[in-house]
């Protein structure tokens, strides 16, 4: 397989609304860089910035995502030549076909999506007399926009986690029906992509390392803030000598998503025979400080040349718009919006 179009087309989106943590890197950034390595895949990487305003209104906080999101991906080693990275925002062809889809997209659907029940769900919780208190059309039809995302490029494999699978559906859902409806073959069905072995971080107090848990350890925090957060880890009150089991342990699990097969091994060892949890810390903040310290000072360094950044991004969504548009040509065409001549 060589020619573009007979490659596994392979997209994702990251919403810009927090700073990388360790939990995305693992959960998220590493395997995508990796799939992005492989010649039989065309990987399509964006910021999804339209989808954080629906979550996040401080202007301020969106900009700042948006560069650590795209800074840290390329610190991390995203090969740009390769995979397709963009800005949503900066593809007008993804709110157009929004639009299109809005309106061949049963309100019902909509109506049945986890995120917006679970908003009404709170309403209701409150004792709010409207369900819909404080629920924007932005939230409500949320499923629209990402199903404009993926069929604007007809990826067929979506690597999201699990609360996300439903919108995959959705979009197949949008997609089929857009099909029937102008008879033709305008979009393929995308499918999820769950790797079950891609593992889900814990964070500091030892639920999922989250944003909303307030438990994370970001990526590229300075050493002394990193020693003061591995620090904080929750472990318990055995004593050193003791053995600790490390299958319970989210220190322990965090370090094995950075070690090797051998290191990790190796620190089953030092459980079993009773490591105290302060040398415990630090011989795991020891192991992240040495492999962060690079693509830390990548970071740093891509963080002050904005430009750089931007220039890339811009070449991203060149070549993003080289298939979106004529796609959307199609499709507006297909819907009764083409020209007269
Ligand atoms: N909704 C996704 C999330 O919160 C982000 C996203 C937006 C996305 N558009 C997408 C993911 C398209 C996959 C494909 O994680």
């Not at 997209?105 to 369900?131: F, T, W």
């Not at 949890?277 to 992240?288: D, H, M, P, Q």
Request: charged share 25%.
């Amino acid at each position: 397989m060589s020619a573009a179009s007979e490659k596994t087309r392979v997209l994702t989106g990251i919403t810009t609304t927090g700073t990388p943590h360790l939990g995305n890197y693992v959960g998220a950034i590493k395997p995508a860089i990796e799939a992005s390595q492989d010649p039989n895949v065309q990987s399509y990487y964006f910021l999804a910035d339209l989808h954080a305003l629906i979550k996040c209104q401080d202007p301020r906080r969106v900009q700042e995502s948006r560069l650590e999101i795209a800074a840290t991906w390329l610190a991390l080693g995203l090969d740009t030549d390769n995979a397709i990275f963009y800005r949503q925002s900066d593809i007008p062809e993804i709110p157009e076909l929004t639009w299109m889809l809005s309106c061949v997209c049963a309100k019902g659907l909509m109506n049945r999506a986890h995120a917006y029940k679970a908003s009404v769900a709170e309403n209701e919780a409150a004792g709010n007399q409207d369900p819909d208190k404080g629920i924007t059309m932005g939230l409500f039809g949320y499923p629209v926009l990402m199903a404009a995302d993926i069929l604007m490029f007809n990826a067929n494999k979506v690597p999201v986690g699990r609360d996300q699978i439903q919108h995959i559906e959705m979009a197949r859902d949008m997609a089929g029906r857009f099909n029937h409806l102008y008879k033709g073959q305008y979009f393929s069905l995308p499918e999820a992509a769950v790797d079950e072995k891609v593992e889900v971080l814990g964070g500091l107090d030892g639920r999922k390392m989250s944003k909303s848990y307030n438990n994370t350890i970001p990526l590229f925090v300075s050493e002394k803030k990193l020693l003061k957060l591995v620090r904080k880890i929750k472990t318990n009150s055995l004593e050193p000598g003791e053995p600790k089991d490390p299958d319970t342990c989210t220190l322990f699990q965090i370090f094995s998503a950075f070690a090797s097969a051998e290191e990790t091994a190796a620190m089953r060892d030092e459980y079993a025979n009773g490591i105290g949890w302060g040398e415990a810390k630090n011989r795991v903040f020891e192991y992240l400080d040495e492999h962060l310290r690079e693509p830390r000072e990548r970071y740093q360094a891509l963080l002050e040349d904005p430009g750089h950044i931007e220039q890339v991004l811009l070449k991203g969504a060149e070549r993003a718009r080289a298939e979106a548009a004529p796609l959307m040509d199609r499709l507006r065409q297909a819907a009764g919006l083409g020209r007269f001549v």
